[in-house]
């Protein structure tokens, strides 16, 4: 089983300011999955990346795949507070290994 | 579409006491999975399906039992409830093929005392 790190474990920052967390792991990943988890509620998946070096963008998040494709980062512009929540990243085929996640808290 | 859907969404049960989770989906697909999410612990993979009839056991599955008797459908089940499976539920599912996205529902919180 892929086992995947999380880091920072906790970020709380105030709004406006700008953020990377990240996603490494000992060995290679076939594709790897951002989602995202408002308090409450079930993950939801916010992007999935393939290819190394490949980067995706989604408004104010910037989602990157190492070359080596055993890291990733997601790094968020002007953060608001609409994005406090629980980043977390997965890997696998048929069933997902998930890291334990980042929680960001933006305060106004 | 309604996606998934959990039943039910909070739950108080005594140690020793028995429960089913209901999972259902609309969106016709072949995979099924429940997680359970403690602090600090992340998303762990309790059973799974991949498909009608079919049932594998993921990374804890001690204390649980499953059944996929009908495709939109999956339970999960514990005969004996202890403490340390007080924790916070997640059914998802998704479609056959790589990389593909796993909708989650809602969650169901569960105590027990």
């Known amino acids: 089983t892929q086992l995947l790190e999380q880091s920072p474990q906790f970020l709380s920052i105030q709004e406006g300011e700008n953020l990377t967390v990240y996603c490494n792991s000992s060995?290679?990943?076939?594709?790897l999955q951002w989602y995202r988890q408002e308090p409450g509620e079930g993950p939801v998946l916010l992007v999935t990346?393939?290819?190394?070096?490949e980067v995706k963008k989604l408004k104010r998040l910037t989602f990157q795949f190492g070359d080596a494709r055993k890291d990733s980062s997601l790094h968020i512009t002007a953060a608001q507070p609409g994005d406090t929540g629980l980043y977390l990243c997965?890997?696998?085929?048929?069933?997902?290994?998930f890291g334990k996640g980042t929680m960001l808290l933006v305060s106004p | 579409n309604a996606g998934v859907t959990q039943t039910p969404k909070f739950r108080v049960l005594k140690t020793g006491q028995s429960m089913t989770l209901l999972c259902a989906q609309d969106?016709?697909?072949?995979?099924m999975y429940w997680y359970r999410q403690d602090p600090g612990m992340g998303l762990r993979l309790i059973h799974y399906?991949?498909?009608?009839?079919?049932?594998a056991k993921g990374e804890v599955p001690d204390g649980y039992n499953v059944s996929r008797l009908k495709k939109q459908n999956f339970l999960l089940g514990l005969e004996s409830a202890a403490p340390s499976q007080t924790s916070v539920y997640f059914c998802?599912?998704?479609?056959?093929?790589?990389?593909?996205?796993?909708?989650f529902g809602p969650g169901t919180r569960l105590l027990v005392l």
């Open positions: 997965a890997s696998g085929y048929s069933t997902l290994t």
């Open positions: 998802a599912s998704r479609t056959i093929g790589t990389g593909e996205t796993q909708y």
């Open positions: 990346v393939v290819t190394g070096g």
């Open positions: 060995s290679v990943f076939s594709s």
């Open positions: 969106m016709n697909h072949e995979y």
């Open positions: 399906s991949v498909g009608e009839g079919t049932t």
